[in-house]
């Protein structure tokens, strides 16, 4: 019951919560979400600590909000571009995103002049590209089955990262330390499942997609000959009776 079938085939609840591969995900995604999560929520208590006005406090929450977006956006199509073309897996890109976070938590935590502009960027950036990296992987490594269960399960990483990490300048230098943790239990998964992405993740779905298309062709090509079967059968049927009752009107003149 707990033996996991082959990555990318569909996992059962059960057999995914209890996977390598979905437990180093999970902890990976603690720490990257947990500790960017942490920095937004106190961005404008350390804005005020490091001594910022209250425009650039509300700049930053633009900034972390417009770059939050285009994180989420980016990290899908971009991922999806490397992956077809270069055979680039999704765990490598994931861990790329926490590298890059750690960059946003060091600005915070050595406090350089102005630097809160930049950390905004960051942060928010890899806060919203850690989510469609998290999510595409789940799907692409335990199957679609039951990735409805599998996508809230991935969500509460946030939480607990946000309850963990919850706290400013030698608490950042800690975030940042837990993050590169992350970098380090997101390559394991990269090691792990390298050469199932090295493979045609969706040769399955070709397959599939490539049956019902020839199914779907199949009836369309059925229901016109059924139609003029049966619209032929009935214009013989008008012709017969037209000579028919053509017949009976000669008859009737000549008697």
Known sequence: MLKPPARGEDYSILQALVSVDMLVLFFATICGVGGTLTA????????QSLGYPAKSINTFVSLISIWNY???????????????????????????VLLLACVGHLLIAFGVPQSLYAASVVIGFCFGAQWPLLFAIISEVFGLKYYSTLYNFG????????????CFKASFLIITATTVLGVVVSLVLVWRTRK???????????????????AAAAAEVEVPIESGGKQGR?????????KSSEEEVVNGCKG
């Open 40 to 47: 937004i929520d106190n961005m404008g208590q350390i804005g």
């Open 196 to 214: 199932f992405y090295r493979g045609d993740i969706y040769a399955r779905f070709k397959d599939v997609g490539f049956t019902s298309a020839a």
């Open 70 to 96: 285009a994180g989420r956006v980016t990290a899908g199509f971009v991922s999806e571009i490397f992956l077809a073309r270069y055979k680039f897996p999704r765990p490598l890109m994931l861990t790329l």
């Open 234 to 242: 009935a214009e013989e049927e008008v012709v017969v009776n037209g």
């Open 155 to 166: 969500s509460v990483a946030s939480p607990i990262g946000s309850y963990i990490l919850n």
